[in-house]
């Protein structure tokens, strides 16, 4: 693997202004205007930076070169790169000033994580520190560096190798990585501590964590903000996980027993359904107020004194809501807490404070450690018949996280209802084919008028009918309705239509062909081969494909130092295969695959999984061939296989009909298809190797 070549800046503090990843497009924008004049002068940036996101919405052009006359007497001096960047914090600095300045150090509460403001809230620091004491302090590896001391960087230098963060993401969902592809020794190399991370931020995609501002080199150097942010996100999962129905049916006490409650229950985020919770039980114990939030509503102490009386009353002290003190009354508050076996996270000052963060990881303390809510059999049963079948509840679990790794403004906590407004499926399309949503015909959530709703579903299928996928007889409406069925094999297409634009930009640099699923298929067979191994699969619905042997040759072939080979089983009985698919989706986030399968896709052989692993692998080695200046695909050959630098040539599984491309097959596809498995085009049935 290629060790990792940043954007250097020699100035350090003005490098760590910056993530690696806004660098490289800060860098990427500053070299354009370059090859367009040749030298980038102070009057060239006006234009520019009006059109960046940090400043689009908050400065308009004239402002900003009302800001540069200020600064630069002549607007037609040259500019080098590093002065580019401190104009640009300049502009940062004035847009945040225009609204009023700061608000609040890292969020616990946003889905993503944001530089602007590279504050960070040590007692946010110290509350995390004393998780990761907790829940890590046993764990065989890391024990020798805990506790760790929140009032020291310890956890930043800790974070640096990668092995923490990856270990926090399996407390917070276990099994996620397999740990026995975690780089774990005392002094780790580059190429080492680079796959940790790599591993790290694909794995916290793949359980909800929103890391799009974020790089490995980020996390190398170990920005407290960035970090900070990160670990926050991954603690929130944790706390939050049984948040849900399918892990806590007796949620469905909050609501009355209808269909249309419980569904609007199954739809909230999860940090709401904790607040329904807390103000069912405030309304049972008399408490008068709506708690609206995690900050102002709880800073007086009282919600939290009148919750816990009613949920532990044993453990009531009267004093608590007898004092006038609000710092007295959360002092109490935590004692009382305490005495519940609540571990103690935040300070009454927090609590006073209104300290969203540490306020929301305490609430959900305490729904674990006792919720008070009711096991009626028969409430639980109906809540359990309400919950999704367990194919339906993957497919929404990958496309739900597919869509929250795409960086859009929207956060998905549940695909069947979030998507009903039709606003998310524009932002996604908008998103994989820019340019195609009129969003002056569009509508944004909170949407009053059903309507409304409609008219985003109609252009959502309008526009998936120019992309050529398979929508007949579905309306608009049908969205609206929540058809899981619909909705399901419309963001197939959608996700497979984005693979496909992914390995075109690849192919395009070479002038190549359409790349179809035969390619992907041969290209996979040329590479295992090319190792001198013999395993070649027909279909992405080969059988054989459950033992997990043919991914890990075909990763070892792309990257011959990261298949431990002592690792894997001979994948005969079903734990055999369990092991090697779990240890297949690590090896393949480590090198940089962002892929949201589960083990069970891999040893069932889901089709449409596979597919997605496939070409995730094809467009990382493609990516990573293309970034050495290598020649990637040739279209020589005249028959639209995918010509790699392998040594030995193999025959060509692709036909004569070079037209037949995945955007073709897409179109290929029926609802009932999508909805279930790939229908193989006509091209590949007819070929003496199948593809099915």
Known sequence: MSSFVGVLVSDQWLQSQFTQVELRSLKSKFVSVKNQNGKVTVGDLPSLMVKLKAFSTMLTEDEIRQILDESYSDMSNEIDFETFLRVYLNLQGQATGKLGGPKNSSSFLKASTTTLLHTISESEKASYVTHINIYLGDDPFLKQFLPLDPTTNDLFNLAKDGVLLCKLINVAVPGTIDERAINTKRVLNPWERNENHTLCLNSAKAIGCTVVNIGTQDLVEGRPHLLLGLISQIIKIQLLADLNLKKTPQLVELVEDSNSDVEELMGLAPEKVLLKWMNFHLNKAGYEKTVTNFSSDVKDAKAYAYLLNVLAPEHCNPLTLDTKDAAERAKLVLDH????????????????????????????????????????????????????????????????????????????????????????????????????????????????????????????????????????????????????????????????????????????????????????????????????????????????????????????????????????????????????????????????????????????????????????????????????????????????????????????????????????????????????????????????????
Not at 401 to 417: H, T
Request: charged share 25%; hydrophobic share 40%; with cysteine.
């Open 337 to 692: 807490a305490e005495r519940m076996g609540c571990k103690r996270y935040l300070s009454p000052k927090d609590i006073v404070e209104g300290s969203p963060n540490l306020n929301l990881a305490f609430v959900a303390q305490i729904f674990h450690q006792r919720n008070g809510l009711s096991t009626d059999s028969k409430k639980i049963s109906f809540a359990e018949r309400m919950t999704d079948d367990v194919q339906i509840s993957r497919e929404e679990r990958c496309f739900r996280l597919w869509i929250n790794s795409l960086g859009i403004e929207s956060y998905v906590n549940n695909v069947f209802e979030d998507v009903r407004t039709g606003w998310i499926l524009l932002e996604v399309l908008d998103k994989v084919s820019p340019g195609s949503v009129n969003w002056k015909h569009a509508t944004k959530p909170p949407i009053k008028f059903p309507f409304r709703k409609v008219e985003n579903c109609n252009q959502v299928v309008k526009i998936g009918k120019h992309l050529k996928f398979s929508v007949v007889n579905v309306g608009g409406n049908d969205i609206v309705q929540g058809n899981k069925k619909l909705i399901v094999a419309f963001l197939w297409q959608l996700m497979r239509f984005n693979m496909l634009q992914l390995l075109k930009s690849l192919r395009s640099r070479s002038r190549g062909k359409e790349i179809t699923d035969a390619d992907i298929i041969n290209w996979a067979n040329r590479k295992v081969r090319s190792t001198g191994r013999t395993t070649q699969i027909e279909s992405f619905k080969d059988k054989s494909l459950s033992n997990g042997l043919f991914f890990l040759e075909l990763l070892s072939a792309v990257e011959p130092r990261v298949v431990n080979w002592n690792l894997v089983t001979k994948g005969e009985s079903d734990e055999e295969k369990r092991l090697n698919a779990t240890y297949i989706i690590s090896v393949a986030r480590k090198i940089g695959c962002s892929i949201f399968l589960l083990p069970e896709d891999i040893m069932e052989v889901n089709q449409k999984m596979i597919l997605t692993l496939t070409a995730s692998i094809m467009y990382w080695c493609l990516q990573h061939a293309a970034e050495e200046g290598e020649t990637i695909l040739s279209p020589a050959n005249g028959n639209g296989s995918i010509n790699t630098l392998d040594a030995s040539p193999a025959p060509s599984v692709s036909g004569e009909d070079e037209s037949s491309s995945l955007c073709g097959e897409i179109s290929s596809l029926t609802i009932d298809d999508a909805a279930s498995d790939i229908t193989v085009s006509s091209q590949a049935e007819n070929e003496d190797t199948p593809v099915e």
